[in-house]
């Protein structure tokens, strides 16, 4: 059981560059998520899914796109990159159930450097 | 939408000391409450939650935290920390919808 993967684990970027960081999970949740983590500000939400085929911009979601066609995969795209978006990212998946609220299990990040 | 703070970013304490690390959240409906642990260069992995029920909740490393609504507190304690508790400790909020909210981390240094 491999849990939520990520990939690259590492990528530098030029700007103006594109890249698509890519995020799979094999416990069929329902709900995923992309966050990014910049040192002392803690987890920001970038865009989440709560099922195949529907997203939603989180509280920082500018720069950036999603896609959600099936239910394991939640690629994360940048169109152009720019040194802003210089961070780690990383996706996360929970269960659904209603009323309840499950905790969401991390994928091991990706560091991006934009110059 | 609900806020989370914590208060300290960094907490130096010596091994075998106990240590407190100090959640507090903002939000008008019922939350469920996570404590979340980062070791360097690793994603986040939940070390305990509340969801309902008592609201002294424990971890199986000796960690502990308690829902305080009144308060609307989430604290973590350890009696005795050891050095491989050295990471960062994330608090987070989630409401109905699986939306979650995270703190801005709290940076545990367990000195020998």
């Known amino acids: 059981n491999a849990g939520v993967t990520q990939t690259p684990k590492f990528r530098i970027l030029k700007i103006g560059q594109s890249m698509t960081l890519q995020c799979t999970q094999d416990?069929?949740?329902?709900?995923m998520y992309w966050y990014r983590q910049d040192p002392g500000m803690g987890l920001k939400l970038i865009y989440y899914?709560?099922?195949?085929?529907?997203?939603d911009k989180g509280e920082v979601p500018n720069g950036y796109n999603v896609s959600r066609s099936t239910t394991e995969d939640f690629p994360l795209r940048l169109e152009l990159a720019a040194p802003s978006q210089t961070s780690v990212y990383f996706c996360?998946?929970?269960?659904?159930?209603?009323?309840?609220?499950?905790?969401?299990?991390f994928g091991p990040g990706t560091r991006l450097t934009v110059t | 939408a609900q806020s989370v703070t914590q208060l300290d970013s960094q907490v130096p304490v010596f091994e075998e000391a106990p240590v407190e690390l100090r959640c507090n959240y903002s939000s008008s409906v019922s939350v469920y409450l996570f404590w979340y642990v980062q070791y360097p260069n690793q994603g986040l992995q939940l070390l305990l939650k509340y969801l309902s029920g008592s609201t002294l909740v424990e971890s199986i490393n000796g960690f502990e935290a308690e829902f305080n609504k009144s308060q609307t507190s989430f604290h973590l304690r350890k009696p005795s920390v050891h050095i491989s508790d050295t990471a960062e400790y994330f608090c987070a909020v989630s409401d109905r919808i699986n939306k979650f909210y995270f703190g801005s981390g709290t940076k545990l240094n367990v000195k020998p």
């Open positions: 996360a998946s929970s269960p659904s159930g209603r009323g309840i609220s499950y905790e969401q299990y």
């Open positions: 416990m069929n949740h329902n709900y």
């Open positions: 899914s709560v099922g195949a085929g529907i997203t």
